[in-house]
T-cell receptor, first 115, second 111 residues
Framework: GAGVSQSPRYKVAKRGQDVALRCDPI?????LFWYQQALGQGPEFLTY????????KSGLPSDRFFAERPEGSVSTLKIQRTQQEDSAVYLC?????????????FGPGTRLTVL | TQLLEQSPQFLSIQEGENLTVYCNSS?????LQWYRQEPGEGPVLLVT?????EVKKLKRLTFQFGDARKDSSLHITAAQPGDTGLYLC???????????FGGGTRLMVKP
């Protein structure tokens, strides 16, 4: 398993619950990205890490969204007090080089449904 | 955020037909990538184009970057059912910031 893995693959939450989504990037990849993909749409950028540093969080839609990568490998995207509009597939991608323009390897995503 | 518009949004064709998918923006990109995404999976990179006017071929797929680096096209020759999927273009701006994705073209090739 050399690819990017994400867990859980599916998550159902009641409105107001907190959720945590995990991403295991390809070993040694310095860059890690989170995207949100609504049904029938292209992915939208949420945040970017270079190693453990969160260099860009301009895409996070509200302060209910929080991401961390404390040791520069595994990352967690946390959503507090989930709302129905948070329902989407959350994709994680990693890259072996810093910056946005290099090949990104995507995980299968976590499909979040908020009831 | 720089917008990338893809057309058509949906395309359903018969096996053996040719098709072209377009990706347009009013902004200049330093590079543009094309991805293909299948249901339940993440996007997979097909190609990156960097130079204005650049043409790249990948078997039956031909990718072109516009001279002004604002638009791109993907042409598929003799489409096969295995080409079915969501095709996404994504651009990086001149400052090297943020990969912006288009809305995607959903292609279905019927046998």
């Amino acid at each position: 398993g050399a690819g990017v893995s994400q867990s859980p693959r599916y998550k159902v939450a009641k409105r107001g619950q907190d959720v945590a989504l995990r991403c295991d990037p390809i070993s040694g990849h310095v860059s890690l990205f989170w995207y949100q993909q609504a049904l029938g749409q292209g992915p939208e950028f949420l945040t970017y890490f270079q190693n453990e540093a969160q260099l860009d969080k301009s895409g996070l839609p509200s302060d209910r969204f929080f991401a961390e990568r404390p040791e520069g490998s595994v990352s967690t995207l946390k959503i507090q007090r989930t709302q129905q509009e948070d329902s989407a597939v959350y994709l994680c991608a990693s890259s072996g080089l810093p910056g946005y323009g290099n090949e990104q390897f995507f995980g299968p995503g976590t499909r979040l449904t908020v009831l | 955020t720089q917008l990338l518009e893809q057309s058509p949004q949906f395309l359903s064709i018969q096996e053996g037909e040719n098709l072209t998918v377009y990706c347009n923006s009013s902004s200049v990109f330093s590079s543009l990538q094309w991805y293909r995404q299948e249901p339940g999976e993440g996007p997979v990179l097909l190609v990156t184009v960097v130079t204005g006017g650049e043409v790249k071929k990948l078997k039956r797929l031909t990718f072109q970057f516009g001279d002004a680096r604002k638009d791109s096209s993907l042409h598929i020759t003799a489409a096969q059912p295995g080409d079915t999927g969501l095709y996404l273009c994504a651009g990086v701006d001149n400052a090297g910031n943020m990969l912006t994705f288009g809305g995607g073209t959903r292609l279905m090739v019927k046998p």
